[in-house]
């Protein structure tokens, strides 16, 4: 499986962006797609997953209400709506596929087997 991120970019703080994550190659493998991000100088942290069938998604704490997961099975793409973007939420993203579903819950980076190449998204106070 290959995942391409997208839809980085610069914005000011209070805008939007969505990113999306096209998966290739096997798809029909994939349960369950996330979405972490790693800030400059910290650890890579999740931010939100979906289950590719049957329901069932869950995003951080930190981004409830701001963000959404999203997911459009016929183009095997996954998106993340970002809006009330804040400085905090710069980071480079990355989109991350696994084989099963996951509860409704955080999860960790280390049940992820497949990862796309990250998109930097920086936002300006």
């Known amino acids: 499986v290959q995942l391409q991120a997208s839809g980085g970019g610069l914005v000011q703080a209070g805008g939007s962006l969505r990113l999306s994550c096209a998966a290739s190659g096997g798809t029909s493998s994939i349960g369950n797609m996330g979405w972490f991000r790693q800030a400059p100088g910290k650890e890579r942290e999740f931010v939100a997953h979906i289950n590719w069938s049957g329901g069932g998604f869950y995003c951080t704490d930190s981004v409830k209400g701001r963000f959404t997961i999203s997911k459009h099975n016929a183009k095997n793409t996954v998106y993340l709506r970002m809006n009330s973007l804040k400085p905090e939420d710069t980071a480079v993203y990355y989109c991350?596929?696994?084989?099963?579903?996951?509860?409704?819950?955080?999860?960790?980076?280390?049940?992820?087997?497949?990862w796309g190449q990250g998109t930097l998204v920086t936002v300006s106070s």
């Open positions: 991350a596929a696994r084989a099963n579903r996951y509860i409704v819950g955080p999860i960790s980076d280390k049940e992820y087997y497949y």
